[in-house]
Nanobody, 126 residues
Framework: QVQLVESGGGLVQAGGSLRLSCAASGRTFSSYTMGWFRQAPGKERDIVAAISWSGGSTYYADSVKGRFTISRDDAKNTVYLQMNSLKPEDTAVYYC???????????????????WGQGTQVTVSS
């Protein structure tokens, strides 16, 4: 397994941008599909975006398509989430997670991710 540490969260006004980073430990980072999830108070944890181990395939939730971009740098063992045009409804704790042997179905479901970070708070004010 890999250990994951998120950073980059904070308070931003609506329309602003943030970039989240997730640093992974371990030499097998490049083998993992990486996902970003978020959980708002009183709500379930939902997928935001995911990127395949090769970086050649990405998935985005409909609510963030065109605004968020997921990317990875395997040389730095880091996955990023660039968030633009932020809205108050994007307010949540954001988690990164790692999954091996993913499929287009499993990348969307948190139960298939085995490693999780501690989360970083993103707050968007109106």
């Amino acid at each position: 397994q890999v250990q994951l540490v998120e950073s980059g969260g904070g308070l931003v006004q609506a329309g602003g941008s943030l970039r989240l980073s997730c640093a992974a430990s371990g030499r097998t980072f490049s083998s993992y599909t990486m996902g970003w999830f978020r959980q708002a108070p009183g709500k379930e944890r939902d997928i935001v975006a995911a990127i395949s181990w090769s970086g050649g395939s990405t998935y985005y939730a409909d609510s963030v398509k065109g605004r968020f971009t997921i990317s990875r740098d395997d040389a730095k063992n880091t996955v990023y989430l660039q968030m633009n045009s932020l809205k108050p409804e994007d307010t949540a704790v954001y988690y990164c997670a790692a999954q091996l042997f993913s499929t287009p179905r499993t990348v969307q479901q948190d139960k298939y991710y085995r490693s999780w970070g501690q989360g970083t708070q993103v707050t968007v004010s109106s």
